[in-house]
Nanobody
Framework: QVHLVESGGGSAQAGGSLRLSCEASGWADNNYCMAWFRQIPGEERERVATLSPRDETETDYGYGMRARFKISLDTSKQTPLLHLQMNSLKPEDTGMYYC?????????????????WGQGTQVTVSS
């Protein structure tokens, strides 16, 4: 059973940085996709970034996020660790950030395509 646990959320000033992590246990092989989503109050859950270990160079980002955010996957340990480095934070980045996964290397922007979810970690950016 796949189990995702996020960490690293918190508060930051506008212009600051935060790094989120997601411990992803239970994958049988590298045929999966992992993603970060966020949910801002009053809005739908949106894709922040996606990555598949089959080709870690093939990353994709939500609109306007590539310039400030970077997704990466550390597979050096037994349990893969997904990261999201967030720089130049803005107050509108405030929300709940979720780690998600699906058992197929193809990545999608829709949250409906993902079967596995972490509990979420809150990010709050003040001006």
């Amino acid at each position: 059973q796949v189990h995702l646990v996020e960490s690293g959320g918190g508060s930051a000033q506008a212009g600051g940085s935060l790094r989120l992590s997601c411990e992803a246990s239970g994958w049988a092989d590298n045929n999966y996709c992992m993603a970060w989503f966020r949910q801002i109050p009053g809005e739908e859950r949106e894709r922040v970034a996606t990555l598949s270990p089959r080709d870690e160079t093939e990353t994709d980002y939500g609109y306007g996020m590539r310039a400030r955010f970077k997704i990466s996957l550390d597979t050096s340990k037994q349990t893969p660790l997904l990261h999201l480095q967030m720089n130049s934070l803005k107050p509108e980045d405030t929300g709940m950030y979720y780690c998600a996964g699906r058992k197929n290397w193809l990545c999608y922007s829709s949250p409906d395509k993902y079967s596995y979810w972490g509990q979420g970690t809150q990010v709050t950016v003040s001006s």
